[in-house]
């Protein structure tokens, strides 16, 4: 019997297959309750704790509404200079002092690893909200959630990636949550961006059918989901670098109405100038459905967690 | 039958007299109400969002209280520091984002405008909590509905409006939501400060009575009511100009005694110096209370537009 | 009868024996309560203001657990800069602002005296969660508490205080506390940051038998719990003096298990380095369940306070 009971989130390659199954069978049933009424009443008088050492909308918003929809209560901060880091204390302490007060912990820190070293500490099962370039594994679940919600199904897909694939950590985390289902990969950035090779290798491993290419155009012929990333302003030490890449690819309502009127368009967001505005009244731009599916997604994760399904 | 159901609030012309008397008759049976018990059981599992991308104490915590003495959640932000602007994502993208949580959205703006650009892209209704230079109309409701509190009606007042005329949002939203009633308007500020000339004339299209003087003890020998106004560091390009002008009103209690000693005192807050601390004590000093009636205001706002009534 | 309905927690010296020993069986019962549910139905629909002018994760993120695990809700601000102090707003307008919204108020501000300066204009009861290097008395009760949860009783005990004894409001607190009960102190500081005189000699008056030393070694050969403190970069003028200081007395776990190994450790935290994460996994460390012990007298204060008990 599968069951998230006490887990922590860390990573895209915890999931089997049945896991992401149930979570999304959930996220499916917890839609259609909130159809009749604004919340579920789940999680009565628990705390989620949202420590956020970045700033974070998105994330963050969407992680306090997945528990307020589930009637449970939010403490947290929204920066690192809110916090007692400000003071010198390190994450660990902080972690183990939130331990003591919130159920759960959902967190986003500027490190690689930080995460795992939260829950290495909590008795309260973490979810990683983004650690750094490293892994963002709600992100990944509700993306692909997005995906077979927009096409049915994601076996038989071409999935066009297409941005910062080096420092993008949805994508990261992508790689090893996609690896249960079959489908075609193109991957579209710049030279200096391109997807790191290890990872490349271990999707080839998982039997994905790769191409690489620096041509948005090319890709899209071939597409049926665009998965669109913002080049990251805060992962280049070098601002000339930054300015260089960040209109490399900019994808318009002209181009897919001309080279793939049904492509699928998706976007972790939040996007600086990769989308057009022109695209978003496009009946298959799923962006904002995304950030809508994020929410379901965690309610999901919390609910399974916290033993309440 | 009036209803506020589904609409947005943006602005001070919107409301009809008849909207008015309505949100006023909802506040006086929300604050009856809350004699006896600490919240009402009307949104429970709705979702707040306040997005603050300015500094406010006042405004934020007020939307936020009003939602949970209704039983409902916040979420939200209390600058533009802790949010994706940070990332030069858009008001737009950030409104669409959010649009995706809550059931209903507060927010304050440095920009004209913004609450407007905001509603043309929610689903949920919004609620103009101030934009820049333009409009606050939560504020200018709570104003009207704290004068008719104070002195029984607004018909037949003399209203003395003093301070930076030019750049108050709040006065500005006033304008609109007071045509509707039948007083006398006293406009006291320094020349630089004006009320413009256009808000001017529509006023007196309205019918209202006015004049204009930068004395402000002339004026507060015909005035019922004084509405003080800051003037807001914040909209000077010069520093200079706000240093000369800043203390070109202030108004003590030996002033009120002397003058007009049953002068109804109003004040959208904070205040820097331009009312002495000694006029506090005064039991026709009505600030403090003004604050409050913004809670009531809001709640019933919030209910009506959720259809909760 | 003993009743603390109504009252402000402004500092150390205004709690009776009685009234400590309320709030400890308090904070013990609802410790029990919450053993089988996650909140208690005690404040549900009243508002906490957590009214934070300095950053703070713990004792603002205790406070509002305390809040939410009592069923009630919680409004405020985690920094100067997000509130109207920054438009040049006094602290008192601020509180007779919030004082409109909110049931009960708790508040950290940098400066001493602030908190009774909130009191004294505030309707709503007041916390003070630190004002400067002034006063902290529910870290005080919720050391006190510790002590007697991890060693039994107080009376009898050897206390040793360690670290910058002349800024340490915890320290300062908690002396008009302790006065209650009959123990033996060491003080252990640099000369430079030893405990204020006029202190001692209350301590003094109070039947503590008192010794001073700069050894750290030879203070925990004779003490029961060591309270560890950290030197506060925060209250020094000049980073220089800071420097010297900060690393004067370093608690390692080979000292404790040489020296004295049933040595029962406290610490207010944020820790910097003076004490060693080595020592955090000794079953005497107490300074994690110290922090747990916060929310359930501060869950106990709040009821008390609010008549709910």
């Known amino acids: 019997m599968v069951s998230l009971t006490g887990k922590d989130i860390l990573n895209g390659e915890q999931f089997t297959r049945e896991e992401i199954d149930l979570i999304f069978t959930v996220a499916d049933d917890f839609r259609d309750q909130l159809r009749d009424k604004p919340a579920l009443n789940l999680m009565n008088g628990y705390v989620l704790a949202a420590l956020f050492f970045e700033p974070s909308t ?19 901060f929204s920066s690192a200079e809110s916090s007692s880091t400000a003071k010198g204390e390190t994450l660990i302490d902080t972690i ?29 099962p973490v979810l990683n909200g983004g650690d750094g370039a490293g892994q963002h594994p709600t992100q990944a679940l509700l993306d692909l959630y997005t995906i077979r919600r927009e096409r049915g199904d994601v076996n038989g897909t071409t999935i066009v990636l297409c941005g910062d694939l080096k420092n993008g950590r949805t994508v990261h985390a992508g790689v090893e949550v996609y690896k249960h289902f079959q489908y075609n990969l193109i991957m579209v950035s710049p030279e200096q961006l391109k997807m790191p090779a290890d990872i490349t290798s271990r999707l080839r ?24 990333t913002r080049i990251q302003k805060e992962r280049f030490a070098d601002p000339d670098e930054y300015e260089r890449l960040k209109g490399s690819y900019i994808l318009t309502r002209e181009m897919v109405e001309r080279i793939r009127p049904d492509l699928t ?21 799923a962006y904002f459905r995304q950030v809508r599916n994020g929410v379901f997604i965690r309610m999901a994760l919390i609910a399974l967690i916290m033993g309440k399904v």
Chains 1, 2, 3 share one sequence.
């Open 265 to 285: 368009i998706l976007h972790p967001l939040p996007r600086v100038n990769e989308i057009t505005s022109d695209v978003d009244s496009l009946s298959t731009a």
């Open 96 to 124: 183990r002092t939130v331990d003591q007060y919130a159920d759960i912990i959902a967190m986003r820190h500027p490190q690689i690893g930080s995460a795992n070293e939260a829950a290495s500490v909590a008795n309260a």
């Open 205 to 228: 491993g998982y039997g994905v059918h790769i191409r690489e290419t620096t041509s948005l155009e090319d890709a899209l012929a071939e597409g049926d989901v665009l998965y669109m």
């Open 58 to 76: 998105r994330t963050r918003l969407s992680f306090e509404t997945a528990m307020h929809r589930l009637s449970g209560n939010v403490i947290g």
